[in-house]
């Protein structure tokens, strides 16, 4: 029979081995399944994130991760560096590189991990830091076992888990504890759990295993509306030295109000009295708005300052007046003054600002939004102003900050509202030729487009391109025309009414093309999809559109007396959920036509098994935008 301590050895060598064994593994690229290899980049072959809460204003992030890089695409994937400033310390920073077979081959210490400022370049001035890995791989695949540990001192953002978090990237093994050492209540969220491999081991404890790698598809919702992600906050928390609690928006809104906001407003009584006398005599309020807003578009400009209580403290007003410049925060702040100062209440706005739609989650409150602007309410809808651009119309979010939630910060509370949703015909093209086509088949015309809504955000700003560039711009805009020349441009950016219009003269050689007595042209010249979505043998992620429009043309083909018109096709009509196309053609008399089209897209959340069905719309459109007339000579 062994002795005692013979076993306690036998056992303390086994669970040695086991525990090397399984370490081995994690490092060793060939060892991976073939399964988390399919479609990915990179593979996290472990992660553990530990979340220590220390103190009401005290976290320490413990970090853990081993990633396999397959190809140079998953580079980008190691995710090894950690940001800091005055109120964020890294105790601890430490890097292995292993070879394909999991030999180490570079051991990289704090000291060599680069520091550098996290200014952005539009920034004047920001107070943070990055230490990052940055190594060079001589071979592929290669593994990074990366270790960190950090002290945050603003407990207002906390970190949450998110166990794959891109494209391209395949986890073997994640981990998140939290260890709520001050007894602090927690708020949780878990969001999209349910189609995952995820074990919660404990409270606040969750492992994931084994996910695969998520291809990217096109019309695809944000990623982080689709994966698992365990979101957390405090529910009493500080934000660099100011404690406040967060039981709901209302009350986060109102702690907002009073720490972030109040005494920041005050601006120069001289400041005052410009915008008083401005608008003396305008009675309505929304058109003593508009001219504040003018006023401060004029005076400043935007540049990024990130200091401040976390970032989200405003740059005061007086300073905004006096230096010009601000960002976000403190353009908005100032505007607020200003429009205070005549009578015209308003609130400050946190956003997801972006091309994408992103909402505020309105059933979780906690520091979001990426971005600040305006809301003036009115007595039927609320209006919102982008306070960053010294171009903007009045009242327009397009393309930036339109129909998605945001916090309205007001003095009685947080209050989540939706901004404006620009339906089809609030967002509509319309393109109107009249186009003279001689025997040889070459053209001249005159083309004009109004856009409005979304639309007009696409098209604003090609007045402000030189005479080159908007040559440039209309050549690529109608590459389907061959020899084009672009004889005059007109452009009017009515910013009152918010129409955009552009007038321009043009030519082209040889457009339609000869077939002995025959010329054969496609008649929808000017507003043409080209673009057909991608094909999926099996599509994966259900898809959305994001926005609305409407598409309007008609052009009128003039052609010489030496020709008649042989051929063409009527029309077409096709009506989907996704939206309808209809076009239409007609002969006004001898020697003219006419074509007409109208492209209605609607936005919407799609399931995956429609998006076949969408392609095809959008084939059929393709086609039938090439449709062609055939004029014979008499």
Request: hydrophobic share 35%; glycine share 4%; proline share 3%.
């Amino acid at each position: 029979m062994p002795k005692p301590k013979s076993i306690f050895f036998a056992l303390l060598f086994s669970f040695s081995f086991c525990c090397f064994s399984q370490s081995e593994a994690d490092y060793n690229a060939l060892l991976i399944p073939a399964e988390l290899k399919t479609k990915a980049n990179a593979v996290v072959r472990f992660e553990k994130t530990t979340v220590e809460i220390l103190n009401i204003d005290e976290i320490k992030v413990t970090t853990k991760r081993i990633t396999t890089v397959l190809n140079k695409y998953g580079n980008r994937h190691i995710d090894a560096g950690e940001g800091y400033d005055d109120n964020t310390e890294i105790e601890e920073i430490e890097a292995r590189v292993f070879d394909a077979l999991g030999e180490e081959i570079k051991k990289v210490k704090e000291r060599d991990f680069v520091d550098a400022s996290a200014v952005s370049e539009i920034s004047i001035y920001e107070d943070n830091r990055v230490k990052y890995l940055k190594y060079l791989p001589v071979n592929y695949p290669y593994t990074v076992e990366y270790t960190s540990e950090v002290i945050h001192n603003n407990t207002a953002f906390f970190p949450s888990w998110q166990p794959i978090d891109d494209y391209y990237q395949s986890v073997q093994h994640s981990e998140y504890e939290i260890i709520n050492a001050a007894g602090i209540t927690l708020k949780t969220k878990k969001e999209n759990f349910e189609n995952y491999n995820i074990e919660e081991v404990s409270e606040h404890h969750f492992v994931a295993e084994n996910i695969n790698a998520v291809k990217y598809e096109a019309y695809t919702p944000e990623l982080k509306s689709l994966l698992p992600r365990y979101r957390v906050a405090l529910q009493n928390f500080s934000m660099i030295g100011v404690e406040g609690v967060n039981n709901n928006w209302q009350g986060f809104g109102k702690w907002m109000y009073d720490r972030l906001l109040t005494g920041t407003d005050n601006i120069p009584q001289t400041t005052k009295d410009e915008v008083i006398q401005l608008t003396a005599g305008v009675d309505d309020k929304i058109e003593r708005a508009k001219m504040v807003y003018k006023y401060m578009q004029d005076k400043t400009r935007y540049i990024s300052i990130q200091v401040g209580i976390g970032g989200w403290k405003p740059m005061l007003a007086n300073d905004v007046d006096k230096l010009g410049y601000a960002d976000c925060k403190g353009l908005t702040n100032y505007t607020k003054a200003l429009l205070e100062a005549v009578d015209v209440p308003s609130y400050y706005t946190v956003v997801y600002g972006g091309r994408s739609i992103r909402n505020i989650d309105n059933e979780f409150s906690a520091i979001e939004g990426n971005h600040v602007i305006l809301c003036v309410p009115d007595e039927n809808e609320n209006i919102f102003l982008e306070c960053t651009s010294q171009t903007n119309p009045f009242g327009f979010t397009a393309g930036f900050t339109d129909d998605r939630d945001v916090l309205l910060v007001k003095p009685e509370g947080g209050e989540i509202v939706h901004t404006k949703v620009y339906k089809a015909d609030d967002s509509v093209q319309k393109t109107t030729a009249t186009i003279e086509m001689d025997e040889t088949g070459s053209l001249i015309a005159d083309v004009d487009i109004v856009t409005t809504g979304y639309q007009y955000n696409l098209h604003e700003g090609i007045e402000n391109k030189t005479a080159r560039d908007q040559q440039l711009y209309y050549k690529e805009y109608w590459d389907n025309i061959n020899n084009l020349t672009i004889d005059n441009i007109v452009i009017e950016n009515n910013k009152d009414n918010i129409v955009f219009k552009e007038d321009v003269k043009l030519s082209s050689t040889n457009y339609a093309s000869k077939s002995g007595t025959r010329l054969i042209f496609q008649p929808n010249m000017f507003n043409r999809v080209t673009n057909i979505p991608p094909r999926y043998t099996e599509r994966k992620l259900e898809f959305k559109i994001d926005r609305s429009f409407k598409d309007v043309d008609e052009f009128i083909i003039k052609f010489p007396k030496t020709h008649k018109v042989e051929a063409f096709t009527e029309g077409k009509t096709i009506e989907t959920k996704f939206g309808t196309y209809k076009f239409k053609i007609e002969q006004l008399d001898d020697n003219s036509i006419k074509y007409t089209r109208t492209y209605i897209l609607n936005k919407g959340n799609y399931q995956k098994e429609d998006y076949k069905a969408f392609r095809d719309f959008r084939k059929k459109i393709v086609k039938n935008d090439k449709t062609k007339v055939v004029l014979v000579a008499i």
